[in-house]
């Protein structure tokens, strides 16, 4: 499973990105999809996840201002990030948790992230 993360890139506070994680290899489906960050000097941490029925999970940093979305015949997962603060600078992965060919689950595919930073 090869996962091609795109749309960071260096925006001003208040602006707005929209990230895109493809999937792309041998799965037969894809259940839970996420986008993560790690900023500078800080650990990982999980920004948002929508399942495969659709249900999203928010931080609490980001609530309100970001939103993830997936298109399934695409095998794709976004984030919408609006009104974007200095601290939302990071590098954002995205991960994938699929189905095999074989109908057994297969978690922790990871992206290889993209640079965010917001200029204040």
């Known amino acids: 499973v090869q996962l091609q993360a795109s749309g960071g890139g260096l925006v001003q506070a208040g602006g707005s990105l929209t990230l895109t994680c493809a999937a792309s290899?041998?799965?037969?489906?894809?259940?839970?999809m996420a986008w993560y960050r790690q900023a500078p000097g800080k650990q990982r941490e999980l920004v948002a996840n929508?399942?495969?029925?659709?249900?999203?999970n928010y931080a609490g940093s980001v609530k309100g201002r970001f939103t993830i979305s997936r298109d399934n015949a695409k095998n794709t997962v976004y984030l919408q990030m609006n009104n974007l603060k200095s601290e939302d600078t990071a590098v954002y992965y995205c991960?994938?948790?699929?189905?095999?060919?074989?109908?057994?689950?297969?978690?922790?595919?990871w992206g290889q992230g993209t640079l965010v930073t917001v200029s204040s």
């Open positions: 290899g041998g799965f037969d489906r894809i259940n839970n």
């Open positions: 929508i399942n495969n029925r659709g249900s999203t």
């Open positions: 991960r994938v948790d699929v189905i095999n060919s074989a109908q057994v689950p297969v978690p922790n595919y």
